[in-house]
C-alpha cells in the first residue's frame, strides 16, 4: 500500500499516458509525447491552468427563431411558444455540451465538469434556458470550491424544477432535494442505525431541512433569463430542530439566506469531505476503497479538503500527483465509460470533422447520438443517483459492458474505420497519418508495438502481438511491410499504393479497436 507521498519514480511515456487518460477526453500522442517531455509537476500545472470557457450555444440548423437566427445565440431571449424553436434549442444545447466534453486542449476541466454533472445529476431538462444556466454552473464551479457548488446548486433553476424545489413551500413542504442534498450530493447516509437513523443523518433532519428550504421558486423572464427567486410568504419562518447527528441545531429563521445557513451546518460534519473524496477516489483510481484505503488516502485527502475550505482542486492535485494514483494495478483497472470511448477512438486519431463553427455543431450531436445509444446521456442521467458505474456495487464500471453495448462499440468503431457519413461529414479515420508519428513506422514490429502502446494502457502478450502482425500482413514476411510502406512513402499519390495500405490498416485497427484493452483506461 502507497501513500498520498507525491511520487518521485522513474517518468516514462505509460506513466504520462495514464495521467491524461484519467484527466482528459482521448489524449493524443502528440499529447503524450509533451507530458513526458515536460515531467510530472509541470503536466500537472498544465492540466490545472484555466481555460476560456466556450461562448454560449447557437443555433445550427433552424432559422425561424424571430430572436435569433443561424450562428447566434437564443440564450437570454424569449422563447416563442412553439414545440419547434423549443426543439431546436435542446438540439443546440446537447450539441453543445458535448462540445465542452470534446475540447481539444490539455486541462482537466471537461473531465471535471462531466464529474459534477454525474454527482449533481439532472433531467428532463424541458426548458433548454434551465439546461444551459445548470451547465453554466458546474463550469464556473468545476475546479473550485465545492461548498460554493453546493450553494449555487440549491437553488439552480434546473434543479429546483427536477427535485421539486420550486414546489417546495411552507403549506406543503417537499422533500425530495432536501433527501438527496444529503444523501447523494454532500454527506452520504451511511448503514442504517434504526427506523429512520442513517448515520449521519436522519428522517427527521430530511424533513426539517426541506422547511428551512421552502420559498424558492425558478423562472423565465421575459427576456429569457431564468432566474431563481425567494417568495418569502412561502417560506417557513418557524424554528427548524435538528437531530444529534447534526449537532441538534436549531434554525432560525433567515429568509432568502437560509439555504446558506443549511449548508454551512452540513459542511460543519468531516464526513462530507470524506464523502467528495471517495468519489473523486471513484472517479480518478478505482471504485475499490478498502479499509486500508480509507484511512491512507481517504482521510488524509478530507483533512486537506477541511484545511483548505472545500477548495477541491488542491486535494486532486494532491492525488494525482501521488505514488499512489501511479501504482501499475490501478493502470487500465477500468472500463471506459461511453464519452470515453467514444473520444478514444476519435481524439486520440486526432479526427477534425471541420472547423466551421457552426457545422461542429453537426459533430457534437453526431457524438451525442452516439453516446444516447450507449445510454451515457447527456443533461439525461437515468436518476437522480447519477449513472449506476460510479456508485452501483459490486460491478460499477463493468456495467457499462454487456452483449448490447459491447456490439454498439464494435459497430462504433468499424464505422469510424471504415468511413461513415454523417449528414455532411465523411467520419473516416486518417490511419496514415496515424502511423505516420510513430517512430519507425516502416518496422511492423516497433509499428505495432508504437500503436499498443498509444491505444491499450496494459501491454499485450507476444501471442497478441504476432496476432495483430498477421492481420496487417497475413503470412508475410515482416520485411514485405517495409517494402509496402517504403513504396507507398515514395509516390504517395498512387492510388493503387494507397488503397494497399490502407485496407491493410482498416483492417488492423478493426481489430486493435475490439480488443478488451482498447475498452480499458
Known amino acids: 500500500?502507497?501513500?498520498?507521498?507525491?511520487?518521485?519514480?522513474?517518468?516514462?511515456?505509460?506513466?504520462?499516458a495514464h495521467l491524461l487518460r484519467?484527466?482528459?477526453f482521448g489524449p493524443s500522442k502528440s499529447m503524450m509525447d509533451t507530458a513526458v517531455n515536460d515531467g510530472l509537476a509541470l503536466t500537472i500545472d498544465k492540466l490545472f491552468t484555466p481555460i476560456t470557457t466556450p461562448p454560449p450555444p447557437v443555433y445550427y440548423d433552424f432559422g425561424n427563431d424571430p430572436n435569433a437566427g443561424i450562428g447566434e445565440t437564443w440564450i437570454n431571449?424569449?422563447?416563442?411558444?412553439?414545440?419547434?424553436?423549443?426543439?431546436?434549442?435542446?438540439?443546440?444545447?446537447?450539441?453543445?455540451?458535448?462540445?465542452?466534453?470534446?475540447?481539444?486542449q490539455l486541462s482537466i476541466f471537461s473531465k471535471m465538469v462531466l464529474f459534477w454533472h454525474e454527482h449533481l445529476a439532472i433531467n428532463?431538462?424541458?426548458?433548454?434556458?434551465?439546461?444551459?444556466?445548470?451547465?453554466?454552473?458546474?463550469?464556473?464551479?468545476?475546479?473550485?470550491?465545492?461548498?460554493?457548488?453546493?450553494?449555487?446548486?440549491?437553488?439552480?433553476?434546473?434543479?429546483?424544477?427536477?427535485?421539486?424545489?420550486?414546489?417546495?413551500?411552507r403549506q406543503s413542504p417537499n422533500e425530495n432535494y432536501a433527501r438527496e442534498l444529503l444523501e447523494l450530493f454532500t454527506i452520504g447516509r451511511g448503514p442504517d442505525l434504526g427506523s429512520g437513523d442513517y448515520t449521519n443523518y436522519t428522517e427527521q433532519d430530511v424533513q426539517e431541512i426541506a422547511r428551512a428550504l421552502t420559498g424558492w421558486r425558478s423562472n423565465t423572464l421575459e427576456t429569457g433569463e431564468v432566474i431563481s427567486t425567494f417568495v418569502e410568504n412561502r417560506h417557513d419562518t418557524d424554528p427548524k430542530q435538528l437531530s444529534s447527528r447534526l449537532n441538534n441545531v436549531i434554525i432560525n429563521n433567515d429568509g432568502e439566506e437560509e439555504y446558506k445557513t443549511v449548508i454551512d451546518i452540513i459542511f460543519?460534519?468531516?464526513?462530507?469531505?470524506?464523502?467528495?473524496?471517495?468519489?473523486?477516489?471513484?472517479?480518478?483510481i478505482n471504485a475499490d476503497i478498502t479499509e486500508e484505503v480509507e484511512m491512507n488516502i481517504i482521510n488524509p485527502l478530507a483533512q486537506q479538503l477541511v484545511a483548505d475550505?472545500?477548495?477541491?482542486?488542491?486535494?486532486?492535485?494532491?492525488?494525482?500527483?501521488?505514488?499512489?494514483?501511479?501504482?501499475?494495478?490501478?493502470?487500465?483497472?477500468?472500463?471506459?465509460?461511453?464519452?470515453?470511448?467514444?473520444?478514444?477512438?476519435?481524439?486520440?486519431?486526432?479526427?477534425?470533422a471541420t472547423q466551421d463553427p457552426i457545422d461542429i455543431y453537426l459533430y457534437w450531436n453526431g457524438l451525442y447520438s452516439l453516446?444516447?445509444?450507449?445510454?451515457?446521456?447527456?443533461?439525461?442521467?437515468?436518476?437522480?443517483?447519477?449513472?449506476?458505474?460510479?456508485?452501483?456495487?459490486?460491478?460499477?464500471?463493468?456495467?457499462?459492458?454487456?452483449?448490447?453495448?459491447?456490439?454498439?462499440?464494435?459497430?462504433?468503431?468499424?464505422?469510424?474505420?471504415?468511413?461513415?457519413?454523417?449528414?455532411?461529414?465523411?467520419?473516416?479515420?486518417?490511419?496514415i497519418s496515424f502511423i505516420a508519428q510513430m517512430s519507425e513506422p516502416q518496422d511492423v514490429n516497433k509499428l505495432l508495438d508504437d500503436i499498443v502502446q498509444i491505444l491499450f494502457a496494459q501491454s499485450i502478450s507476444q501471442n497478441q502481438h504476432d496476432f495483430l502482425k498477421n492481420v496487417l500482413i497475413p503470412g508475410l514476411p515482416d520485411a514485405s511491410w517495409a517494402m509496402e510502406y517504403s513504396e507507398f512513402l515514395a509516390d504517395p499519390t498512387d492510388p493503387d499504393r494507397l488503397e494497399g495500405i490502407n485496407n491493410k490498416l482498416k483492417a488492423l485497427f478493426r481489430t486493435l479497436l475490439k480488443m478488451p484493452e482498447f475498452y480499458l483506461t
Open 1 to 16: 500500500m502507497t501513500t498520498l507521498t507525491p511520487y518521485s519514480g522513474p517518468w516514462n511515456f505509460n506513466l504520462a
Open 22 to 24: 484519467r484527466t482528459t
Open 77 to 104: 431571449t424569449s422563447l416563442p411558444g412553439t414545440p419547434a424553436i423549443n426543439n431546436a434549442r435542446r438540439r443546440s444545447l446537447r450539441a453543445w455540451t458535448m462540445g465542452i466534453m470534446e475540447s481539444n
Open 124 to 169: 428532463d431538462v424541458s426548458n433548454p434556458a434551465f439546461g444551459y444556466a445548470h451547465v453554466s454552473t458546474l463550469m464556473d464551479n468545476a475546479l473550485g470550491n465545492f461548498k460554493t457548488m453546493i450553494q449555487e446548486i440549491t437553488i439552480d433553476p434546473q434543479m429546483l424544477r427536477f427535485l421539486n424545489g420550486h414546489q417546495n413551500s
Open 268 to 284: 460543519q460534519q468531516t464526513e462530507v469531505a470524506r464523502f467528495i473524496c471517495r468519489k473523486l477516489h471513484i472517479w480518478f
Open 309 to 352: 475550505n472545500y477548495e477541491i482542486e488542491n486535494i486532486i492535485k494532491t492525488l494525482l500527483s501521488s505514488e499512489y494514483f501511479f501504482q501499475e494495478g490501478f493502470i487500465g483497472c477500468m472500463i471506459s465509460h461511453p464519452l470515453d470511448f467514444l473520444f478514444k477512438v476519435v481524439k486520440t486519431f486526432e479526427y477534425v
Open 371 to 431: 453516446s444516447e445509444a450507449q445510454e451515457m446521456v447527456l443533461l439525461n442521467l437515468p436518476t437522480v443517483a447519477g449513472w449506476k458505474a460510479f456508485y452501483q456495487a459490486p460491478q460499477y464500471y463493468k456495467t457499462w459492458i454487456n452483449s448490447v453495448s459491447l456490439r454498439l462499440r464494435e459497430d462504433f468503431s468499424d464505422l469510424f474505420v471504415n468511413g461513415l457519413m454523417l449528414g455532411d461529414f465523411n467520419f473516416e479515420l486518417d490511419l
